[in-house]
């Protein structure tokens, strides 16, 4: 599978990342040819094989519902890149 | 004999009898680090300070009654120290104190276990030479131009280099194992769940798992007891019953079934590697174990199905990166879109940006049927290969890596290359079984190890047969020169 430039375009936004022309070069010629390398899956037929996601069964966790101390604040925002107030800060997101 | 030489279990006799203390066994294990440490590389953070008093604290209990009290351990730096800097060796986290501990490290720390310091790996764990961290390379002890491996290859360095007594690592695709086979030491791991993941920073969640790598068997046994066991907090967790896995640690191998796969032993792997494997088949055999070639049919599928699930896991656990809550956030931008970008640009390294590219690809709208649904199937097929060979062998011997450790800079540029290191120890993690490299010997003097993979949960056999194997090659004493 050939990936185009605009495909990675496309991706690199879902993926919220900026590459430079360069790198959209560079990753248009990796992801090509890991992807061709995958495309022997398809030597595989696999129509009547479930999926496995995981290995062993799992299932939710769930706790007592009781009141329990939270992390202080100060913890809380002690690794944030900036926080205001007691809150983290970020940019407007309301348009005008 | 050197205080920083010692293993556990040894440490642990002296510090009982009371002919050392934990602080002389942290300072000698301080000034390895200051002596070698310029040549290996090895840890991005040294906890100098904090593990002084925490071993001063540990000698003034005197209570030296479980095996890992006093005695100081590199933990990896994608597991959650509690106050002490974890970076994944990523810009992005660059200055991420955690809030809290990991299980597991709470877990040591019930132990009165010392943390000497945080050890390097590839970038989030994703490589397989811990050339991919932002920060710097490690380096092989045994031969400073080449890779300890990855992305465990600070932890598996340190150990080597006796730069602490034992680490911790984690395994998403071999990176316990892989590092311990390069640099001539023991790593396990464990099945999946066998180990709580909580704080374990996240790269494929269904893969991941942590585990130890130690001087030698008896040691990993002492530390896979430490650190197994049901845990709440973390949904995939396995609720068995923990083990005592030292009552393992016996040499007997008769009547035990080995299967050697002849899809590990083909193309691409060098000869020393596959010499090794045989001459331990043969050992074994002199043993009284039964060995004979096996298929596991699906091997090469699994490779590909691994760097399909792998990296679309990540994408989706590397979203939280968005330099909102914690790590670093880029200087200059013009809304939140714009923030996101550029800080995840900025932060995360090539190997990671190819990683979220490949993964959020596979995941994207009309591909996800024809590559993540394919490899979660083929994932089934490669476990039912395992299921089949458990049928009628009790273990699988394999060789670990394809090759001795390979040069710094070798495969940097080839990513394929470098994904095809991993094709001995990925469909371990697809199937979630449990598997342990030992070294059993040595090639232009470079240590070359073996792989023996067991049932879920089998550790025991495991630890058994590698307890046997490590007492008939008598390597544990063959150190590398740093001095």
Not at chain 2, 313 to 327: F, H, P, T, V, W
């Amino acid at each position: 599978m050939k990936i185009s430039k605009e495909t990675v375009e496309h991706v690199a936004n879902l993926a919220r990342l900026y590459l430079n022309d360069e790198e959209k070069k560079e990753m248009a010629e990796k992801l090509s040819s890991i992807l061709e390398y995958m495309d022997k899956l398809s030597e595989l037929d696999t129509s009547n094989v479930p999926p496995t996601s995981h290995v062993i069964p799992i299932h939710n966790v769930f706790r007592e519902d009781v009141v329990m101390e939270s992390l202080p604040l100060s913890e809380v925002l002690k690794n944030a890149p900036d926080s205001e107030k007691g809150f983290f800060k970020v940019p407007r997101v309301i348009e005008e | 004999m050197k205080l920083y030489e010692l293993t556990i279990h040894e440490a642990h006799e002296l510090l009982k009898k009371g002919e050392i203390s934990s602080k002389e066994l942290t300072l000698s294990v301080i000034e390895r680090i200051q002596k070698v440490e310029d040549k290996v590389r090895a840890y991005v953070t040294i906890n100098e300070e904090e593990a002084l008093k925490n071993s001063e604290e540990v000698d003034n209990t005197r209570d030296f009654s479980t095996f890992l009290s006093g005695i100081p351990v590199a933990i990896k730096d994608n597991i959650c120290t509690y106050n002490l800097r974890t970076t994944c060796s990523s810009k992005i986290l660059e200055n991420f104190i955690p809030p809290y501990d990991a299980t597991v490290i709470k877990k040591l720390k019930t132990n009165n276990a010392v943390i000497i310091g945080k050890t390097n790996m590839d970038e989030f764990a994703m490589g397989s030479s811990t050339e991919n961290s932002a920060f710097f390379p490690t380096r092989n002890p045994w031969d400073q131009t080449r890779v300890p491996g990855g992305s465990s290859g600070g932890s598996a360095a340190a150990v080597a280099a006796d730069e602490c007594i034992y680490a911790l690592g984690s395994d998403t695709g071999g990176s316990i194992r892989q590092p311990a086979n390069y640099c001539g030491v023991v790593g396990l791991k464990p099945t999946y769940g066998r180990v709580s993941r909580y704080g374990l920073v996240a790269y494929a969640s269904s893969l991941d798992q942590i585990g130890p790598i130690t001087k030698d068997v008896t040691d990993c046994a002492i530390v896979l007891n430490s650190i197994c066991g049901w845990d709440e907090k973390d949904s995939t967790s396995a609720d068995v019953p923990v083990d005592d896995f030292t009552k393992y640690l016996v040499e007997d191998v008769r009547g035990l079934r080995v299967g050697i796969p002849k899809e590990y032993m083909g193309e691409g792997i060098d000869e020393d590697v596959k010499s090794a494997v045989l001459s331990t088949a043969k050992l074994l055999e002199k043993m009284g174990a039964f060995c004979e070639e096996i298929s596991l049919p699906h091997t090469e599928y699994a490779l590909w199905a691994y760097y399909i699930i792998a990296p679309a896991e990540a994408s989706s656990n590397l979203a939280r990166y968005d330099g909102i809550r914690y790590g670093v956030r880029a200087k200059n931008y013009d809304d939140l879109i714009d923030l996101y970008k550029k800080t995840r640009s900025e932060g995360f390294g090539a190997e990671v940006k190819r990683r979220i590219m490949l993964g959020t690809y596979a995941l994207s709208a009309g591909y996800y049927d024809a590559y993540y649904l394919k490899a979660q199937k083929v994932r089934t097929l490669v476990k039912r290969d395992f299921d089949r060979a458990f049928e009628k062998y009790d273990l699988i011997l394999s060789p670990v890596a394809p090759s001795t450790a390979f040069k710094i800079g070798e495969m940097v540029d080839d990513p394929l290359k470098m994904y095809m290191s991993d094709v001995c120890t990925i469909p371990v993690n697809m199937a979630g079984l449990p598997a342990i490299s030992i070294p059993v010997s040595f090639s232009n003097a470079l240590p070359v190890g073996i792989q023996l993979i067991g049932k879920a949960f089998g550790e025991g056999t495991l630890l058994k047969v590698s307890y046997t194997l490590e007492k008939a090659v008598n390597l544990e004493k063959r150190k590398p020169q740093l001095d």
